[in-house]
């Protein structure tokens, strides 16, 4: 494969992952899919990344675009993270605080100091996050305060980027507001988002560098 660099989307076994990985391909883009379990074949223009740890990833990245004959990526999408409902903050076992903030915050950072130097000047690095980052919601709270997090996380690698000057990457946050739809870990949702409104608010994120700094869908 050659021609215009390709989306790495990362989180691209989980359920939003996976449907922007297969939005993003019908729409015509290259697209490199990185998860760490085994991805499904999603067509010729998706390039599966196989990786154990974030610190490996750009490695991996580098070697599935040599072996695909593809340049580097031109644009980051991370889905990393879920949503789960359980025991309240107080009651719930601290070690699914301490996973959840590695999962949902941390990772959201490893993954971007490991991958923006990947990215040319004003490329997009886009990151997926949900209502509960907005929402106090009984039985998430630890999903909650990492997404609240994670939208605080994005406003300061945005504000960083722009003190770096031009040769900085411009960070977004996509926010879903509602479940997306067919996704039946959301119990009786009011609303719900179909993957294709979601990957048409991504793509225009990717290609408008204008686009506001937090995109609601
Ligand atoms: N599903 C919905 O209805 C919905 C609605 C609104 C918003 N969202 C948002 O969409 C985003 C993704 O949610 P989802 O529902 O797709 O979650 P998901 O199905 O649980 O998938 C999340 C993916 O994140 C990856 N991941 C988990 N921990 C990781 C880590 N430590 N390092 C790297 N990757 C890790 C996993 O991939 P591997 O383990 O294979 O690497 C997993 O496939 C979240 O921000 C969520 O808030 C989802």
């Known amino acids: 494969m050659t021609g215009s660099r390709p989306v790495l989307v990362v989180g691209a076994s989980g359920y939003v992952g996976s449907r922007v ?24 223009t998706v390039i599966p990344v196989r990786y154990e740890t974030v610190a490996d990833l750009p490695d991996a990245v580098r070697a599935a675009c ?6 580097l990526p031109g644009a980051v999408v991370a889905s990393i993270g879920g949503w789960h409902k359980g025991a309240a903050l107080l009651d719930d076992d601290p070690d699914r605080w301490t996973a959840t903030l590695a999962s949902h915050l941390t990772a959201h950072l490893d993954a971007a100091r490991a991958l923006s130097p990947l990215l040319e000047p004003g490329d997009p690095y886009v990151v997926i996050n949900g209502s509960a980052s907005r929402e106090a919601m009984a039985g998430s709270g630890a999903i909650c305060v990492t997404g609240a997090g994670l939208a605080m996380l994005v406003q300061v690698l945005r504000l960083e980027a722009a003190e770096a000057g031009s040769g900085a990457v411009r960070f977004h946050e996509l926010v879903i ?6 996704d039946d870990r959301n119990v009786d949702p009011a609303q719900t988002r179909t993957a294709a409104q979601v990957v048409h608010a991504l793509g225009e994120v990717l290609d408008q560098p204008g686009a506001p700094a937090v995109v609601h869908v």
């Open 177 to 182: 507001d509602h479940a997306v739809a067919g």
């Open 66 to 71: 040599d072996r695909a004959g593809a340049p």
């Open 21 to 44: 990985v297969r939005g993003l391909a019908a729409d015509g883009r290259a697209v490199l899919a990185a998860a760490r379990r085994p991805l499904p074949d999603a067509g010729d």
